[in-house]
């Protein structure tokens, strides 16, 4: 019972960030949306133009996402080493949920309900699989966090270090996995929409 209820206080805290953040970046974008982003069109004709004709080595493509995505996923996992881990991963949800409620907000602006789409099609379909591995990454962050500061001691044995070494090789591979969607298919979904939205 004590499990359970700890499982959900995680939980809890973890989509509270995620929307926390998300509510923050919508209220960001409605109320100084213009102070920063003036005059500027991210979804307009031309800029749909140059999405739907631009062509990418894939290779090349997939190596940069890997890295970039590498980079803040390796840090991560690092952290959990460190007192600073279950503030990271509550950070990370409550940077997702602003950058999802900004890139949400500015689609809606700009294109109205037509944007729901093109925000949909930016993130499928890689975010389902970067958004359950950055979950399974930051739960365990989390519950390293518990057993090493909360409760004062840590973690005793080989077997519990090698569960967290196994979470960074799983994570790698979704990432592998996500990076080759992000590659392949979400290009493919961005251009069937904006010729549909556009007629180009």
Aim: charged residues 15%.
């Amino acid at each position: 019972m004590k499990c359970m209820r700890k499982q959900k206080i995680k939980e809890m805290l973890f989509w509270g960030f995620l929307f926390t953040g998300f509510a923050a970046g919508v209220l960001f974008v409605n109320l100084w949306g213009n102070t920063y982003l003036g005059d500027i069109s991210i979804f307009g004709p031309e800029q749909m133009k140059t999405v739907a004709g631009l062509e990418t080595d894939p290779g090349e493509l997939f190596r940069y996402l890997v890295f970039e995505r590498a980079k803040g996923i390796l840090l991560l996992w690092l952290l959990g080493y460190t007192v600073a881990g279950i503030p990271a991963a509550l950070f990370t949800f409550g940077w997702l949920g602003a950058a999802a409620g900004i890139l949400l907000s500015t689609c809606i602006i700009e294109m109205r309900l037509a944007g729901i789409i093109v925000f949909l099609t930016a993130l499928l379909p890689q975010w389902l699989v970067y958004m359950p591995m950055i979950w399974m990454l930051c739960t365990q962050i989390y519950d390293k966090g518990i057993v090493r500061y909360q409760k004062g001691r840590y973690f005793d044995n080989w077997e519990k270090e090698k569960q967290y070494l196994s979470i960074l090789l799983l994570t790698a591979a979704l990432l592998a996995a996500g990076a080759v969607l992000e590659t392949f298919a979400s290009p493919w979904l961005m251009r069937q929409v904006v010729n549909f939205f556009y007629n180009l």
